[in-house]
């Protein structure tokens, strides 16, 4: 595992896209897990840009002093708002995450490494929109595998979803690990 | 001269100074609901065999209010207008075994403390309330009171008040308290009957004591006795002859869940024994 | 800590096996907070909802059952901050959450608490205002926190600025209320109480619990028992414990006669409290400094705002080569200006980032009135600063 000075992600969506619970999910296996540091904050309201819901998880294997994203590494915009609203806080050349059916208008594939993953699509066909969170963090995993076990992910998955949920929210995480996919654009 | 029997649960002296000459004033009726208090007290104490320590007396701010902490050998607390239930509730919360009485008036309950008064007996917290309901805002000079009648003129309505009085007691009966209670400072043992039994009720005991006010009704405290017994009729008998007086008697008398009791139950769920987790 | 206070520590807390083991945990500050607490020995909690602090109170309503504690949702906050002094004089360590427009409603009780010398312990998720206000990061209470109870006195107040501090302050918030007999706030902001972080839990014994006097364990007897006496902390003897102690949130003797009343006499009561809390100054109030030694600026911070404002730090003396130093008030109230003068050289420009207009800018000018050329303010309402805004503020000053 590569040393951490500070890694940044976010995730926006609107309410109810279990915004909140990726962050929570990553912040915890990054802490418990992998021993590192992380912070995880949430903002909803005019803080969130225009109805956004955003959720952010700041690691690192050092202290962790401001608590909040600067420029993001990895932006996950699950809603065309989301998107706009904090493409211009992601790095060049940072990751972007997006779920295609609900994007409109793409950003400049060739600024940011765009990966899309329809993750309510594959979450509706598992057993319902709730598994597309793990869905998210499946597409996620592999994108950021330099910095974390898979196994890691995996078990807080399966300590934040409730106990008979626990199999097929691992399914939804497989198939966003397997679907995820570069988009180089046309 | 025999002593007072009560006289053995107040001080010589308290916060207050010397008990006399008392802070209360000449034919006020807290005197005389005081001596019914420590009656009922002392009953409940001997009978039922309640330590001492575990009675508590808790008044806001009042005439009502003076009965506490200035004479009373007991744990008392003389606390924010209106609050006292609230203050009641956190007592019980930490001790459950308390036996608290409140002093209260009909501001401190039916003003500043209404909030409060509704909730504590809609949870049926574990306190016996005594209103010493005199119909004014006494130890501030005589302003108007929630339970001041139609007409009545006070400081803050020398036109006449214009506006309706509470039924404190229709009140916590319908917040749900145990039990509910009215008498006057004229009726002795019906007040120490009715305090006894709210001492050994498992819930809120709201009892009501219609009490004279010398001072600001103008009137002598023995004219006033008379009027209350006059101007007041026990339930039974309110038919008859109910026409303008007020109803007096025991309104309610349940057995119902008193809070702690059930917040026990919550509490039971959780194992707490030692080396078990 | 002796050994038997060590050992006295873990017997007391053996039957609380629901208490958090040992260990690591990524909560909330509003859970950290709570945990801090049942850990310090609250067993009662009595708030009322309110954004952005009702976590905590939820958080609560599970927690203290498992404990063997109790908790209520009250009618109101006036209510809930009136419960914790009956819960205190019953003899239980008492807690409640709320925010900035619940926190005004509690000042009379709080005023009654300081007269009455109550331990208890309030914490304040601020949020800004005035009025409504709304349901983001604020420290627009610090003042009301010394000065928003009715009457003379003084008031402990601690500004949180992680999930950690958020267990560890509680405790501290509680031991210094049972040390000092008085209320003390724990000023925290929507960010650090919603925050998820690391939580350490150490060996219980390794925590130090502090509770109140009691003059049973000093061997004084009820008929000499002196309710505000005996000390310049007077021993409390609780409710129910056979010393017919009488409550009074007025001006008082030592025996508690309230009538022999005068000038000198409601001096020397009100006095006593003033000097008990802020006469201890040195020993209650704490403040964390880093690059201080002969540094030309300095930058002044409390709560969350430290966490940007050590970053921009770093980053002005590493990028911007910069000689900024670094100081966090923990404290707020009773303020250290003591410590602030004893450790704060001469410097050029003095820089406060707070989550308000300018509030502690005030103390902190007082304290250190010759020792800088310039005071700058760097508010944000409603937000947390980021490092890049007070690097710019800075900046604009110093380069």
């Known amino acids: 595992m590569s040393h951490i000075e500070r890694y940044e992600i976010r995730i926006a969506g609107f309410g109810g896209q279990g915004v909140v619970t990726i962050g929570r999910i990553l912040g915890e296996a990054f802490t418990l897990y992998e021993g590192k ?150 | 001269m025999k002593k007072h029997p009560m006289l053995k649960y107040l001080k010589e002296e308290g916060p207050l100074g010397q008990r006399m000459p008392l802070i209360l004033c000449p034919g006020c009726g807290s005197g005389q609901i005081l001596n019914y208090t420590l009656h009922a007290v002392d009953r409940v ?152 039994k709210g001492l050994r009720k498992k819930g809120t005991a709201f009892i009501e004591i219609l009490s004279q006010c010398p001072v600001h009704n103008k009137l002598s405290p023995v004219t006033m006795l008379k009027k209350l017994k006059e101007n007041t009729i026990q339930i039974s008998k309110e038919k008859e002859s109910g026409e303008g007086k007020s109803l007096i008697g025991e309104f309610c008398d349940l057995d119902k869940h008193e809070w702690n009791e059930s917040y026990q139950k919550l509490i039971d769920q959780f194992d707490h024994e030692e080396g078990k987790s | 800590m002796s050994k038997e206070m060590k050992a006295n520590n ?159 302050m509680t405790i501290e918030a509680f031991n210094l209320s049972e040390q000092w007999r008085t209320p003390v706030l724990v000023m925290a902001e929507e960010p650090v109480a919603h925050m998820r972080e690391r939580l350490l839990i150490p060996p219980w014994n390794e925590i130090e619990i502090i509770d109140r006097k009691k003059p049973q364990d000093l061997g004084i007897m009820p008929e000499n028992y002196l309710p505000w006496g005996h000390d310049i902390v007077a021993p409390m003897a609780n409710w129910g414990e056979g010393y017919s102690v009488n409550f009074v949130g007025l001006v008082h003797l030592e025996d508690g006669n309230i009538t022999k009343y005068g000038p000198q006499m409601h001096y020397d009561c009100v006095e006593r409290l003033f000097r008990k809390i802020e006469g201890n100054v040195n020993e209650i109030a704490r403040i964390e400094t880093k690059f201080l030694e002969g540094c030309k600026n300095l930058v002044i911070c409390y709560g969350c705002v430290a966490r940007t404002a050590i970053e921009a730090v770093i980053e002005a003396r590493k990028e911007g080569g910069l000689d900024v130093g670094y100081l966090r008030l923990i404290t707020l109230w009773p303020f250290p200006q003591e410590k602030l003068r004893d450790i704060v050289g001469n410097v050029n420009t003095i820089f406060v980032p707070e989550m308000n207009l300018g509030m502690m800018k005030h103390p902190i000018t007082e304290a250190l009135r010759d020792r800088f050329k310039k005071i700058v303010s760097i508010p944000s309402l409603g937000v947390l600063h980021s490092p890049e805004y007070i690097l710019s503020k800075i900046y604009e000053e110093i380069r």
């Open chain 2, 45 to 196: 104490m001997n009978k039922d065999k309640i330590r001492k320590e575990n009675f508590l007396f808790i008044s806001g701010v009042g005439c009502s209010a003076r009965l506490t902490s200035h004479y009373l050998n007991f744990d008392s607390a003389w606390t924010i207008h209106g609050r006292t239930l609230a203050i009641a509730t956190g007592s019980l919360l930490a001790n459950p075994a308390f036996k608290i009485i409140v002093f209260t008036g009909d501001g401190d309950t039916g003003s500043i403390g209404g909030n409060h008064f509704i909730h504590a007996c809609r949870r049926n917290i574990d306190v016996t309330i005594l209103c010493i309901n005199n119909g004014v805002y006494g130890m501030t000079g005589g302003q108007v009171a929630p339970t001041t009648s139609v007409g009545t003129i006070t400081t803050t309505t020398p036109y006449g008040n214009i506006e309706e009085a509470f039924d404190l007691c229709k009140l916590a009966e319908i917040a749900g308290a145990s039990y509910v209670a009215r008498w006057t400072t004229a009726h002795p043992h019906q007040v120490i009957k009715s305090i006894t």
């Open chain 1, 37 to 186: 540091n992380s912070v995880n904050t949430q903002s909803y309201g005019p803080e969130s840009r225009g109805g956004a819901c955003k959720s952010e998880v700041v690691v690192s294997d050092g202290e962790i002093r401001y608590p909040n994203v600067r420029k993001a590494d990895v932006l996950i915009a699950l809603s065309q708002v989301a998107l706009d609203a904090y493409i211009a806080d992601l790095k060049e050349g940072g990751i972007l995450l997006l779920d295609p059916n609900s994007i409109r208008n793409m950003p400049d594939r060739h600024k940011y490494q765009v990966y899309e993953v329809p993750a309510m699509e594959i979450a509706y066909d598992i057993g319902g929109v709730r598994f597309q969170n793990s869905v998210a963090l499946g597409a996620l995993y592999p994108l950021i595998a330099h910095i974390i076990n898979e196994s890691s992910l995996l078990r807080a998955i399966s300590e934040n979803v409730p106990a008979e949920t626990v199999e097929i929210n691992m399914e939804a995480f497989k198939r966003g690990k397997s679907y995820v996919k570069r988009d180089e654009g046309k």
């Open chain 3, 10 to 168: 873990t017997k007391k807390r053996l039957h609380n096996v629901h208490l958090l083991k040992p260990g690591e945990y990524y909560l909330q500050g509003s859970q950290a907070c709570i945990e801090g607490a049942i850990m310090a020995g609250c067993r009662v909690y009595g708030g009322y909802p309110i954004t952005p602090a009702s976590e905590i109170m939820e958080y609560a309503s599970r927690r203290l059952p498992q404990v063997g504690g109790r908790f209520i949702q009250m009618e109101d906050e006036i209510a809930s901050a009136s419960l914790l002094i009956g819960a205190s004089w019953g003899g239980a360590k008492a807690l409640t959450a709320t925010s900035s427009p619940g926190f005004s409603l509690m000042q009379e009780a709080i005023s009654i608490a300081i007269m009455s010398e109550t331990p208890m312990v309030i914490i304040d998720v601020q949020r800004p205002g005035p009025g409504q206000g709304y349901i983001t990061a604020s420290q627009e209470d610090v003042m009301q926190a010394r000065w928003g109870h009715h009457g003379e006195g003084s008031i402990i107040a601690l500004a949180p600025s992680s999930v950690q501090e958020m267990f560890d």
